[in-house]
């Protein structure tokens, strides 16, 4: 059974960085499509960024590019998502997610798997 964990979250001060990580297990995820998505209080699910396995091909979220970085490390099984320059509008549970197919997909529910989350706060 495939397992995604979060860590790496917290409290950063706006224009500080975060990484963080998502720990893959359960499966070879080398056909598999990862990714980032956060959800703030009271807003919908938005998607952050996605990596395929395979290549490391990416996708960002527009108002991301040129501020967070996805990557992984196949030998770890695990990714990650650098944020830099965090912003006000940031603050959210952080997600990742897996897509069995390879499938690199700005929609949620494409993706087969959830990690549980990290939190994160930017303080003004």
């Known amino acids: 059974q495939v397992q995604l964990v979060e860590s790496g979250g917290g409290l950063v001060q706006a224009g500080g960085s975060l990484r963080l990580s998502c720990a893959a297990s359960g499966r070879t995820f080398s056909s598999y499509t990862m990714g980032w998505f956060r959800q703030a209080p009271g807003k919908e699910r938005e998607f952050v960024a996605a990596?395929?396995?395979?290549?490391?091909?990416?996708n960002y979220a527009d108002s991301m590019k040129g501020r967070f970085t996805i990557s992984r490390d196949n030998a770890k099984n695990t990714m990650y998502l650098q944020m830099n320059s965090l912003k006000p509008e940031d603050p959210a549970v952080y997600y990742c997610?897996?897509?069995?197919?390879?499938?690199?997909?700005?929609?949620?529910?494409?993706?087969?798997?959830w990690g549980q989350g990290t939190q994160v706060i930017v303080s003004s």
């Open positions: 990596i395929r396995w395979r290549g490391g091909s990416t």
């Open positions: 997610a897996a897509n069995a197919l390879g499938i690199s997909s700005i929609r949620g529910s494409a993706y087969d798997y």
